[in-house]
């Protein structure tokens, strides 16, 4: 019995192992011989791998001032850039010229009609309880006036409510919103609707206090959005002091009498491009990281930080880039939209054109918030839970500078079109204390940019971009 022991462990080792094996075996499906191959998941982002990448892409814009003198040569030598302007045109031409000095890929001007809306002369005149001129700015898409103007008693009404409130006595007359500023999207209602609110109630004209915090005699002009159901009346905006100046001569009973002059009006339909310029992707071409910013402006001013500054941002990110020879996994696409402050052609005529191809749209970001301090980036509300997780590891390597922080708000007018179609959305977030200070005024001007400030951006944008584009998975899956 002794000489047989061992040969009995051997065979009862051999069983314990047959029993431990088979039931895994008879668990496994046995795969179809025409099924292919299933490959690994993706391996998910860790940031610590483009720490390199990152300091090279951080110094190079905060050594590199080729996106100063850009928008400078832009606000000194083209300036304000409205639809259907020559100097829009002048600028579009330009712009493409200059990104194929810089070898840039695919440089194109995409073809999209605009509308053509002229100023033309304007005036406000207080005519009692005293005469003065006050200084105004038409609201863009404004009717004109007849030639000799409108002459009428003004009202002056804190808000809706209020306007609500004076009902019919309104008609007939100048209905003035002097509504203070709280925060953009509040306040400039009042500057969008209030033109047509006021037709309602039988109102001649509007006028329209400034949509912004401060005031030094800067009105701000904007557009405005007619009502069908309403008849389209003149309106302009007031400066603050000016409608302060109304206000306090109707709370002492004064009778408010103006004539508002406006020569404004539409003409034919005309034709505008998109700006396109990319960095090719070396593995993944066809999917598209879009950056960009809008090439137009207001006529007053040079849109130097709306959105001069946005355009030269995102146009610098992908000359750097390439000059740094960092060509990423998958597509930058820069895009300058045109006609984004009075019709958002660009941005409609963009996702149409390349509707066909918005499913591999992987990420939109705009920059329409001026150039100020970057504090990281607004990530659209229905991004999802692993493209917020992505995005947040890739502003890790921001903090160095300060531009790490992911809000929840990433949007922009232009790029809203594509998020409809369902591509993610993010905007540059930076420090916007002043920007409404000079939005939309005559104050928008290049002495207002700071260079640090604006390469910080720059620094901001190209980074996110580079890593999302070359990121092995997808953002998101």
């Known amino acids: 019995m002794e000489a047989t022991q061992p040969v009995q462990r051997i065979f009862a080792l051999m069983l314990a192992l047959a029993l431990l094996i088979i039931p895994s075996l008879a668990q496994t499906e046995t795969p179809k011989k025409d099924a292919p191959p299933v490959p690994p998941p993706p391996p998910r982002l860790n940031a610590e791998t483009y720490r390199d990448e990152a300091a090279r892409i951080i110094g190079a814009a905060l050594t590199d001032d080729t996106a100063y003198r850009r928008l400078a040569y832009l606000s000194d030598h083209i300036g304000n850039r409205l639809s259907g302007s020559t100097q829009l045109e002048e600028a579009i031409k330009w712009v493409v010229s200059e990104m194929k000095r810089d070898r840039l890929d695919n440089v194109r001007a995409e073809r999209v009609l605009v509308p053509h809306w002229v100023r033309g002369e304007e005036s406000v005149e207080l005519l009692e309880p005293v005469s003065r001129k006050l200084t105004m700015l038409g609201l ?47 306040t400039v209602q009042y500057r969008g ?49 000016g409608a302060e100046t109304l206000r306090r001569m109707q709370e002492r009973g004064e009778r408010i009498r103006i004539r508002l002059r406006m ?57 750097l880039l390439k ?94 079109p594509m998020m409809k179609e369902g591509v993610t959305g993010m ?25 640090h400030e604006l390469a910080l951006c720059v620094a901001t944008m190209a980074l996110m971009a580079y890593v999302v584009a070359d990121m092995p998975a997808r953002l998101g899956r």
């Open 323 to 416: 000059k740094l020879n960092l060509r990423p996994r998958r597509t930058i696409r820069v895009v300058l939209f045109t006609n984004e402050e009075n019709g958002v052609r660009g941005g409609n005529g963009y996702a149409d054109a390349h509707k066909a191809e918005l499913a591999n749209h992987v990420l939109a970001i705009e920059s329409d918030s001026g150039v100020f301090r970057p504090s990281g980036f607004g990530l659209s509300e229905d991004a999802s839970p692993q493209s917020r997780s992505d995005v947040r590891e890739i502003a890790r390597l921001l903090a160095g500078i300060k531009a790490d922080r992911i809000d929840p708000d990433g949007e922009g007018t232009d790029i809203a």
């Open 263 to 319: 020569d404004a009006k539409f003409l034919p339909d005309a034709e505008s491009a998109n700006v396109v310029a990319e960095l090719k992707g070396r593995e993944k071409p066809e999917e598209v990281i879009v950056i960009g910013g809008h090439i137009d402006s207001w006529d007053v001013g040079t849109g130097s930080t709306d959105d001069g500054g946005g355009c030269l941002v995102s146009w610098e990110v992908v000359r």
């Open 427 to 451: 905007s540059l977030n930076v420090d916007g204390t002043h920007y409404f200070d000079i939005h939309h005024t005559q104050a928008d001007t290049m002495d207002k940019i700071d260079p």
């Open 193 to 241: 609707l209030g033109p047509s609110r006021a037709a309602r109630y039988g109102a001649v004209a509007a006028l329209v206090r400034s949509v912004g915090p401060v005031s030094l005699q800067t009105p701000h002009t904007g557009a405005l959005r007619y009502s069908e159901d309403q008849p389209k009346i003149p309106a302009a905006a007031l400066t603050i002091e």
């Open 140 to 186: 863009g898409n404004s009717v004109g006036t007849p030639p000799g103007g409108i002459t009428a008693e003004a009202v002056v009404v804190r808000d809706f409510d209020e306007l609500d409130a004076l009902g019919e006595k309104a008609r007939g007359k100048i209905v003035v919103f002097n509504a203070p500023f709280t925060t953009y999207g509040q």
